[in-house]
């Protein structure tokens, strides 16, 4: 039994009916002694229903029970506003209702209620035995007893209610269906069958009932007459939404994903089936990489169906750009951003898609034109500013990159971005320094200019590492950075350790981090820890950086292991490092050693 399912099925069932008041408990406001229960009573309704003051309501409520304690109707009124914050109260206020008038089936019926929502499903069976017999013309509350038989672990006895409750009633489609799932439930294939074939034929015009009969034989093993009643569903309504996914859960579990794609297809035309479930659906079925791969065209054609019949929806214009991005098309994706660029109101996402691709693509141009039309609609949008500071960086506009980043934080929503931008304005500053350091001015006048130069800028990229660090202690990026360039100098290395090792805390596994501390730890002197980290560092290392190379192989020179030192030398040298760099390396290490260090 799907005990799990029922009780969530009863649960929603009586969400809406037991909802209602009961917020809180104010401190009871003062009430003529001249007033009875009854008027108290009907001020209560009053507040209830004109004026929706719940808590007003309650303290009437509760004033009546005060006064007199055998009011049945404001017990009741109390139950059902206790029910969903309360259960268990509500279950004690609507069984005192219930005592006190139990003729009355309004206050049975609520009794029962509130034993479901406070999960006391025991106790609710035996309510509705009673229910059942004391109020025999309403079907909800044979449909109900059987629920509850159901989650009890009795599933003969709910079906044996199903049956009193059809030879009362007749068919309800509603009590039909539970009986033939307990059917299917309790293995009772060939009576399941029986009332199936019996419904099917009697109203054949309904393609639900034939649907249900496909099911029938497709849980006996019996396909091909599984596939008939299909076929008879689709010739009475060859649209309906229940017969097609039925017919689409039976090509998956038989691993017929083609013809279970073809069958998503049709349900993808329906206007009935939710763009939610549609989105949904589409998204469940692109999970699995292998699957996308070998059904692509199917699933191209769905989300062209999607993107065709709700152009102008925000999720399937995503959907199908993603797609068109896995697919590999993309520019196919880019062009379907930049039309929707044009939309009337302007959407931001559409405009950060498009300089993000734009970017990745390294179309500076292009960047720089959306990423203005983008300040001009959106200029409080931080992200956008910090575009600018990129785009201003690619064209090594330093100065211009700087006040871009700088304006962003005036729009940053949170202290984890502050921090991220005061970063890139360190960054640039670092690169001003080595741009500045790299110029070959000649003269001794020009080289002072250059080194002071240098020295101005790397203080403006420690301040800027420093307004980091203060909004975001945690920031593994600038630590990192932080301690290389201290390294670099060499500076403060004692500092340069500790925020090196709390960077690798952060990231434990990232290849370049490691190498920073391990960078730190030789220019300590403690080469052997740093050789340590840094073998860690190249075997995480998936795209082989030539710059963790070529530390690698200055930190085994160091060690004295010239011929390994000279081997990851020409690694680096083969992935693109400096050859100039490297012949001096080589050159370098080719000198005999002082006898001190041998």
């Known amino acids: 039994m799907k005990r799990a399912a029922a009780t969530l099925l009863l649960c929603a069932l009586f969400a809406s009916a037991l909802a209602g008041g009961g917020k809180g408990r104010p401190s009871p406001p003062a009430f003529p002694d001249s007033l009875s229960s009854f008027d108290l009573y009907v001020a209560g309704i009053g507040h209830n229903a004109i004026r929706s003051d719940t808590a007003r309501a309650r303290a009437c409520f509760a004033e009546a029970v005060r006064r007199d304690s055998t009011y049945a109707p404001a017990y009741y009124e109390l139950a059902a506003g206790s029910a969903a914050q309360a259960p268990d109260e509500a279950v004690a ?163 017929d994903y083609r013809a279970q794609l073809a069958v998503v297809r049709r349900l993808f035309a329906l206007d009935e089936m939710p763009l939610d479930s549609k989105i949904g659906l589409f998204e469940r079925l692109t999970a699995d990489m292998q699957f996308y791969r070998d059904h692509y065209y199917q699933l191209h054609d769905l989300a062209s169906t999607l993107i065709v019949r709700y152009p102008a929806e925000k999720r399937v214009v995503e959907l199908y750009a993603r797609h068109l991005i896995a697919s590999g098309e993309l520019e196919q994706a880019l062009a379907l951003y930049k039309i929707r660029t044009n939309d009337t109101p302007p959407e931001a996402d559409y405009f950060k898609h498009v300089i993000d691709i734009e970017s990745y693509l390294q179309r500076p141009d292009s960047v720089q034109r959306y990423v203005d039309r983008a300040l001009e609609l959106f200029p409080s949008r931080s992200e956008f500013r910090i575009s600018k500071g990129h785009v201003e960086t690619y064209a090594k506009r330093y100065d211009a990159a700087i006040e871009a980043y700088a304006s962003s934080l005036d729009y940053a929503e949170n202290d984890s971005l502050r921090s991220a931008i005061w970063g890139l304005i360190g960054d640039i500053w670092h690169q001003k320094a080595l741009e500045t350091a790299a110029q070959n001015t000649p003269g001794s006048r020009g080289e002072k200019a250059r080194g002071r130069a240098v020295r101005t800028y790397m203080k403006e990229c420690y301040r800027a590492y420093d307004r980091s660090l203060r909004y975001d202690a945690d920031n593994a990026s600038v630590l990192n950075n932080y301690a290389y360039f201290l390294a670099l100098e060499p500076r403060d290395l004692d500092r340069a350790l500790a925020m090196a090792e709390r960077a690798t805390k952060r990231s434990e596994n990232n290849p370049t981090f490691l190498d920073t501390r391990a960078w730190v730890l030789h220019r300590m002197g403690r080469t052997e820890e740093a050789r340590t980290i840094m073998r860690q560092a190249i075997a995480l290392d998936r795209q082989q950086s030539p710059e963790l190379l070529v530390h690698y192989g200055d930190i085994l020179q160091a060690l004295g292991e010239r011929f390994m030192a000279e081997t990851y030398w020409r690694k680096a040298l083969e992935k693109g490092y400096d050859g100039q760099a490297i012949v001096r390396r080589l050159t370098e290490a080719q000198k005999p050693r002082p006898e001190a260090e041998k």
Request: without cysteine; positive net charge; charged residues 30%.
């Open 93 to 255: 206020l609507a069984r005192k209702a219930y005592r006190l008038d139990t003729a009355n089936l309004w206050y049975h019926r609520l009794y029962g209620q509130t034993l479901i929502a406070a999960r006391r499903y025991g106790e609710a069976l035996r309510v509705y035995r009673d229910l059942t017999a004391a109020d025999a013309h309403d079907p909800d509350n044979f449909r109900l007893l059987a629920a509850l038989y159901e989650e009890e672990g009795q599933p003969y006895a709910a079906i044996a209610t199903l049956d009193t409750a059809e030879l009362r009633f007749g068919r309800i489609p509603q009590l039909t269906a539970a009986k033939r799932r307990l059917l299917l439930a309790t293995r009772q294939f060939d009576k399941a069958l029986r009332e199936a074939e019996r419904i099917a034929a009697d109203v054949p015009y309904d393609a639900r009932n034939h649907t249900a009969l496909a099911e029938i034989h497709a849980s006996m093993g019996k396909d091909s007459l599984a596939r008939a009643a299909y076929d008879r569903a689709f010739a009475a309504d060859s649209t309906d939404m229940t017969t097609l996914l039925s017919l689409a859960d039976f090509h998956n579990t038989r691993r």
